[in-house]
C-alpha cells in the first residue's frame, strides 16, 4: 500500500480520508494489545457459513462458480484449522471465505440485476415501437460503470466521491473501510492476507452500490412500462370500437339494401325466395361479424380498467335481464357497509369497463342472508347497495344511470341452514342490462 511520502499531490478530502484509516487501525491495534488472548473464532465460522448459504441461494453457482469454490474451500481450511485449535489460522480463513462469498452473491446479484433493467428497456423500446412513439434516450446502466484501476484505498475513496453511487450501500462501505484499517493495522507477515480482504471487500461495496443505484432506475422503467401498456390497451380498445362501429354501419347499410331487394323481388315470387334466402344467410354471417366484434371490444376495454384500476372485474354472469356483476358477502366487514380496499379496487375497475362501454342503466342490489332482523338485514342491504354505487360514480360511470336498492334476505340463491349458503346469499349484484352495451 503505497504511503504519504509516494503521493506528494494528495487532495485534502483523500488525506483526511488515510487519517480516518490510520485512526482506525491505531483503534484496532490498540483493542489487540489490551487483550491477552482472542476467543476462538465461533462467530467468524458462523459468519462465513452464512456468507456461503446465502450465495448458494442466490445462484452464484451460475454467476460467480470461481468465487464461490473458493469461498467454500476457505471455509473447509477455517473448520479445520479450527479442529486443530490453531485459532489464529482459523479466523484468518473465515474472515477471507466470508469475504469470497459476499463476493460471489454480490456478483450473482450484478448478472441478475443486469439482466432485468436489459429486459425492461427492451420491453419499453418494442412498446414504442408499436404505439410509434419516438425512441426514448436510453438509460445508462450503473452497472456498467467501471471501476477505477487503482488501489483498493483509492477505489474506495472514488467510490465515497462518486454522486451517482454515494447514497448507496453504506454497510458495504463501512465494511472495506474497515479491511482498509486491518491492512494498516497488520504485521508484514500477514499484511498479505490483509490486502487481499480489503481487495475484496471494496469491490463487494463497487458493486452493490451499482445494483442499488440500477434497481432504484429500474423502478422508474418500471413505471413507465406500466403507463405504456394502460396506452396500448386504450389505443386497442379505440381500434376495436371503431371496428364495431364500422361493422355496425355496414350491417345497416346491407339491412336497406335487403329492403330494396325485397321490394323489387315482389313481382316473382321464385325470385324473391332465392333472394331472401341468400339475405338471410349474409345477414346472420354479418351479425356473428358484429357480434365477435362487440366481443373483442368488451374483453380489451375489461383489460385496460382493469390495469387503470389495478385490480380484477367482479365475476359475471349471463342473466335474464343482462350481465349480472357479483360483489361476494367478503366485499365488507362484518355488519358493515363500507367496501374493503381490494372490493373497491374491484368496483372501481368496473365503473372505468361500464364508463368505457358506455352503459346506459345500471341497477345495483343488495342482498343479505337470514340471520338476524329483518328490517335491519333490509337497512344494511341498501347501505352496501349505496356504497356500490357511489364507488362506480367515483369511477366516472354517470349517477344519474345508477339505481341502488336493498332487498335484505329476499330471494336467496342457496340454502341459510349451512355457512357456505348463507355466504352465497351475502351478496350486492350489478345488473346491467344487454343493451345497454
Same mark, same amino acid.
Do not use: C, K, W
Given at each position: 500500500m503505497p504511503s504519504h511520502r509516494t503521493v506528494p499531490h494528495m487532495r485534502p478530502s483523500f488525506a483526511q480520508f488515510r487519517q480516518t484509516l490510520h485512526a482506525a487501525a491505531a483503534g484496532f491495534a490498540l483493542t489487540l494489545a489490551g487483550c491477552a488472548s482472542l476467543p476462538p473464532p465461533t462467530a467468524e465460522l458462523d459468519a462465513a457459513r452464512q456468507a456461503v448459504a446465502r450465495a448458494?441461494?442466490?445462484?452464484?453457482?451460475?454467476?460467480?462458480?470461481?468465487?464461490?469454490?473458493?469461498?467454500?474451500a476457505g471455509l473447509e481450511r477455517a473448520q479445520a484449522a479450527m479442529a486443530r485449535k490453531?485459532?489464529?489460522?482459523?479466523?484468518?480463513?473465515? #474472515?477471507?471465505?466470508?469475504?469470497?462469498?459476499d463476493l460471489a452473491y454480490t456478483l450473482s446479484r450484478a448478472a441478475v440485476t443486469r439482466a432485468e433493467f436489459n429486459q425492461q428497456q427492451a420491453e419499453i423500446a418494442e412498446l414504442r415501437a408499436r404505439l410509434r412513439m419516438?425512441?426514448?434516450?436510453?438509460?445508462?446502466?450503473? #452497472?456498467?460503470?467501471?471501476?477505477?484501476?487503482?488501489?483498493?484505498?483509492?477505489?474506495l475513496q472514488a467510490l465515497e466521491a462518486d454522486p451517482r453511487l454515494n447514497p448507496f450501500a453504506q454497510f458495504e462501505r463501512l465494511q472495506a473501510r474497515q479491511a482498509l484499517a486491518a491492512v494498516l493495522a497488520s504485521s508484514s507477515r500477514n499484511r498479505p492476507a490483509a490486502l487481499m480482504q480489503a481487495e475484496r471487500r471494496v469491490g463487494i461495496a463497487e458493486q452493490a452500490a451499482r445494483i442499488e443505484a440500477a434497481r432504484r432506475l429500474a423502478d422508474t422503467l418500471q413505471r413507465e412500462r406500466s403507463e405504456l401498456l394502460v396506452?396500448?390497451?386504450?389505443?386497442?380498445?379505440?381500434?376495436?370500437?371503431?371496428?364495431?362501429?364500422?361493422?355496425r354501419m355496414q350491417a345497416q347499410m346491407q339491412a336497406e339494401e335487403t329492403a330494396r331487394l325485397r321490394a323489387a323481388a315482389d313481382a316473382e315470387s321464385s325470385a324473391r325466395q332465392e333472394a331472401e334466402?341468400?339475405?338471410?344467410?349474409?345477414?346472420v354471417d354479418q351479425s356473428a361479424r358484429v357480434a365477435a366484434a362487440r366481443e373483442k371490444e368488451a374483453g380489451l376495454a375489461r383489460q385496460e380498467a382493469e390495469l387503470v384500476a389495478g385490480a380484477k372485474l367482479p365475476p359475471v354472469r349471463k342473466g335474464a335481464q343482462g350481465d349480472v356483476f357479483t360483489l361476494a358477502g367478503d366485499a365488507f366487514g362484518s355488519g358493515q357497509a363500507q367496501l374493503t380496499a381490494n372490493a373497491s379496487a374491484s368496483v372501481r375497475a368496473l365503473g372505468v369497463y361500464l364508463k368505457t362501454m358506455k352503459a346506459g342503466s345500471v341497477q345495483v342490489i343488495g342482498y343479505t342472508d337470514s340471520q338476524g332482523e329483518a328490517a335491519a338485514n333490509q337497512t344494511l342491504s341498501r347501505r352496501r347497495a349505496d356504497a356500490v354505487k357511489a364507488g362506480l360514480a367515483d369511477a366516472g360511470l354517470a349517477a344519474?344511470?345508477?339505481?341502488a336498492q336493498g332487498k335484505g334476505e329476499a330471494e336467496p340463491i342457496a340454502e341459510n341452514t349451512t355457512a357456505a349458503g348463507r355466504a352465497k346469499n351475502r351478496r350486492v349484484e350489478i345488473i346491467v342490462p344487454s343493451k345497454t352495451l
Open positions: 448458494d441461494a442466490a445462484d452464484a453457482d451460475q454467476y460467480a462458480q470461481a468465487d464461490l469454490a473458493q469461498a467454500r490453531r485459532d489464529e489460522e482459523a479466523r484468518s480463513a473465515a #474472515l477471507a471465505a466470508a469475504a469470497d462469498a419516438p425512441a426514448d434516450q436510453r438509460f445508462d446502466n450503473p #452497472l456498467d460503470l467501471p471501476a477505477p484501476a487503482a488501489t483498493a484505498e483509492i477505489r396506452e396500448a390497451s386504450r389505443r386497442d380498445a379505440e381500434t376495436a370500437r371503431a371496428e364495431a362501429e364500422r361493422l334466402a341468400v339475405l338471410v344467410g349474409a345477414q344519474a344511470g345508477i339505481s
